[in-house]
């Protein structure tokens, strides 16, 4: 059973366009977030979400809307995609009881604007 | 205060032999510190992590090392394998922010 699912697995697209990556999650976690890796494998943390409540919001662009239905999924939407925005978006879960830093992560959508 | 910095970029290390990454940190407030390990087209899965309280964990092969004083760890790889080629990261974090601050990640090769 998958753990972390992130659809889609690829994402082309113009630029200006709008578009949402989903995350699931089957592990039960209270927290999930969403790391952006850039073309040079830097990864970094753009929002986390606990209990559905944002909590850290890494001064990424407006653009970026991350909404959390409930607390098993975590979604990102962007709107006037910019070529800046391809990367690869990494979707993750934790359990506040445990290490903050043990955390799971989905399989990654690989984003690119053209 | 939130960066980690990690080296080598790339390493290549013979079949059986020790592979080492370091990192280093400036936030103190930093109190867990796990390596994650990724594989391409993967996303990363947590390898070991360490709190600032011990010197040193094991797990199997997997070693790391740490000294508060410095506000450095380390990835030790024993008996390396063509298997554990993959880009490591390290990665800091703290109770208080519960998200992680990654280091720039290093590929390594385990050449047979």
């Known amino acids: 059973d998958t753990a972390v699912s992130q659809t889609p697995k690829y994402l082309v697209t113009q630029m200006g366009n709008d578009k949402s990556i989903k995350c699931e999650q089957n592990?039960?976690?209270?927290?999930m977030y969403w790391y952006k890796q850039d073309s040079k494998k830097f990864l970094k943390i753009m929002f986390s979400y606990n209990n559905k409540e944002l909590i850290i919001n890494e001064t990424v662009p407006n653009r970026f809307s991350p909404k959390s239905p409930d607390k098993a999924h975590l979604n990102l939407h962007i709107n006037s995609l910019e070529l800046g925005d391809s990367a690869v978006y990494f979707c993750?879960?934790?359990?506040?009881?445990?290490?903050?830093?043990?955390?799971?992560f989905g399989p990654g959508t690989r984003l690119t604007v053209t | 205060q939130q960066q980690v910095k990690q080296s080598p970029q790339s390493l290549i290390v013979q079949k059986g032999g020790i592979s080492i990454i370091n990192c280093a940190y400036e936030?103190?407030?930093?109190?867990?510190f796990p390596w994650y390990q990724q594989f391409p087209g993967k996303g990363p899965a947590l390898l070991i992590a360490i709190r600032p309280d011990v010197s040193e964990k094991k797990e199997g092969r997997f070693t790391i090392s740490f000294n508060k004083s410095a506000k450095q760890f380390s990835l030790h790889i024993m008996d390396s394998q063509p298997g554990d080629s993959a880009t490591y990261f390290c990665?800091?974090?703290?109770?208080?922010?519960?998200?992680?601050?990654f280091g720039s990640g290093t590929r390594l090769q385990v050449q047979p």
């Open positions: 990665a800091a974090t703290h109770t208080g922010r519960r998200a992680l601050t």
């Open positions: 936030n103190t407030a930093f109190d867990y």
């Open positions: 592990l039960g976690h209270d927290t």
């Open positions: 993750a879960s934790s359990h506040s009881g445990t290490a903050a830093g043990e955390q799971y």
